[in-house]
């Protein structure tokens, strides 16, 4: 390594800085935030804001599990979206076809995420950097050709119409906006904690070794084929059940949901948010959905303008936002680098 | 004891190892010297399953090792510290001593608890003692210096309680100072571990002033194995390698 190239990575923050704080200080902040959240309703009558949250829930937990595999792992793949496609269609066609109680469904949609994604991660993650994001690219074509072409099944290009019923349980009724809203909230902070804590277990540096040097990581006797299946198959249940909140959003499955674009719209979000903090994609999510939502509106235009921003965080910034705020902290508080 | 028996490889026509025998006894120091393109990092691989043998066995204590991955071999005992320092740059020492341990104590894939474990604390923080790394242990890899990117591979090494320890070139793009500290510091390990050392180096007055027990490799064959004074003394590796100087220099 060269001293420029050290100089460089002196300048990167440790984005395991905070790694001592104990894991009850996230589950604070945790309750926290679905705190705030869980009052929104009772302070505002916006019916589009609390979409916005149902919707960033959904975006939140994939772009989040994506960065599991892009940002702690080095796993850049452009197929995650399949896995939220099969959460909304799995769970979807479970209620519709089936009639069992939504917790049963959601289970059920994760159980057949866990077996779909170990086979299609076994086949993956032996290959590399860039065959392995050609292959789960092409994963995703495969699932989503399926489901246009399987009519019978999926609607084809109608996708899941006729609304997915949503029967009351343990007192909660998802069909009422509020009790989904929370639903969703509680599933996006669930879902954030179990991630926080995956990250920052000792399987969580077995990741970050694998991502920095996998030769390394193999002469210090991990087996690294096995850490990446793992880490594909848990990324690819927290995408999953963000396609279930978007399925019970929209009350239906869409082939859109599985397209190769969902993927894209997560490598976008953390790009946008940033890859070396946990909550990178998660602000990432929410910008995009700013941007989305209030461009649409603007323009028809809505590919270059957001083909704009990301050039200006990709080349401007030369990273995501969240990435940017970190280390502009960081060399605050340490002082002015020399 | 580290038993090599009949270990051959070749890359299409070419024999990088061939038909090589030898025995590394335990608590041994040994340097592996040859020329470039002698076979001694092909040597290495094979021994640590970075390269699979076409044929022969690599015995540790009597468990034939040739053929298995190298987490496999890593557990069996035989750690190995690279001619590039290969470590992991976005980690500091610290952390990479924790995971390492935690590796080694088969608590890699471990999600409920948080890292780093208490009960790896103690053998990470004795790696770093015995490399002289403690007083670096919050940097992060990709800013130490050259020698110390050298211990921190080392040390990764190490902390995984080896019975035998590979360095290929320990001293590699170093400055001659540096050179011997870094060598003390290779012989000091090998006197206060008590584990079987190979070393590959190219300095002859290294290689001569600090190894009990020498092998030359030439074309991937054992041209000669024994004493620094022999292999001095030794006509073949005079003519293939050492060349009348060091001759010289042995006769007076």
Request: glycine share 10%; proline share 4%.
């Amino acid at each position: 390594m060269t001293e420029l190239q050290a100089e460089q990575a002196a300048a990167v923050p440790q984005p395991e800085a905070g790694l001592q704080r104990s894991r009850y200080f996230d589950v604070l902040i945790a309750l926290a935030a679905f705190a705030v959240l869980a009052i929104l309703p009772m302070l505002t009558g916006s019916k589009a804001l609390l979409d916005f949250v149902i919707r960033c829930s959904a975006f939140g937990l994939f772009a989040t599990s994506l960065n599991l595999l892009v940002g702690y792992t080095g796993l850049v793949s452009f197929g995650h979206g399949m896995f939220f496609g099969l959460g909304a269609y799995g769970f979807g066609l479970i209620m519709q076809r089936t009639g069992v109680p939504v917790p049963v469904a959601f289970v059920a949609t994760l159980v057949i995420t866990t077996i779909i994604a170990a086979v299609i991660g076994a086949i993956c993650v032996r290959l590399k950097e860039i065959y392995f994001a050609f292959v789960t690219l092409a994963f995703q074509m495969l699932i989503h050709s399926t489901i246009l072409s399987w009519v019978s099944l999926t609607g084809g290009d109608q996708g899941l119409r006729g609304g997915i019923p949503r029967p009351a349980f343990f007192g909660i009724d998802l069909s009422n906006h509020v009790h989904l809203y929370i639903a969703s909230c509680a599933l996006l902070v669930i879902g954030l904690l179990l991630m926080r804590q995956i990250a920052q277990s000792p399987f969580g540096y077995t990741l970050r070794m694998i991502r920095d040097n996998a030769n390394r990581a193999s002469f210090v006797g991990i087996d690294v084929w096995r850490a990446k299946l793992t880490i594909f198959v848990l990324a690819a249940l927290f995408a999953s059940t963000g396609g279930i909140i978007m399925a019970l959003f929209v009350s239906g499955a869409y082939p859109e949901f599985a397209y190769w674009t969902i993927s894209g719209e997560g490598i976008f979000i953390n790009m946008l948010g940033g890859v070396t903090t946990f909550l990178g994609p998660m602000v990432g999510t929410v910008l995009l959905l700013i941007l989305n939502d209030t461009v649409t509106r603007l323009t028809e235009y809505y590919g270059i303008v957001l083909g704009i921003v990301i050039l200006f965080f990709a080349i401007g910034l030369r990273k995501g936002l969240m990435d940017f705020v970190v280390e502009w902290y960081t060399q605050r508080r340490n002082g002015p680098v020399e | 004891m580290l038993e090599i028996r009949s270990l051959s490889k070749s890359f299409g026509g070419v024999k990088a190892t061939d038909n090589v025998t030898l025995d590394f006894a335990d608590g041994s120091l040994t340097a592996v010297i040859g020329p470039n393109g002698a076979g001694k990092s092909t040597f290495f691989n094979l021994i640590t399953g970075a390269l699979k043998p076409d044929s022969g066995q690599i015995l540790l204590n009597g468990v034939d090792l040739a053929g298995r991955t190298p987490p496999e071999i890593v557990r069996y005992g035989i750690g190995r510290a690279f001619q590039v320092a290969s470590i992991f740059p976005s980690l500091t020492v610290h952390e990479t001593m924790l995971a390492a341990v935690c590796a080694d104590q088969r608590r890699a894939s471990v999600l409920h608890r948080r890292f780093p474990l208490a009960e790896t604390r103690d053998r990470a923080e004795h790696a770093m003692e015995l490399l002289g790394l403690v007083s670096k242990r919050n940097r992060v890899a990709a800013t130490l210096s050259h020698g110390d990117q050298k211990l921190l591979d080392i040390a990764l090494a190490l902390v995984l309680d080896p019975k035998v320890l590979l360095l290929d070139e320990p001293t590699a793009g170093m400055g001659t100072e540096e050179r011997w500290r870094m060598i003390d510091k290779v012989r000091e390990l090998w006197e206060k571990q008590k584990i079987t050392v190979v070393f590959i180096e190219h300095d002859m007055d290294i290689v001569f002033k600090i190894a009990p027990e020498i092998v030359v490799l030439c074309y991937g064959r054992i041209l000669a194995t024994g004493t620094p004074e022999a292999i001095r003394r030794n006509e073949a590796v005079i003519e293939a390698y050492l060349g009348s100087e060091h001759h010289a220099g042995a006769a007076i």
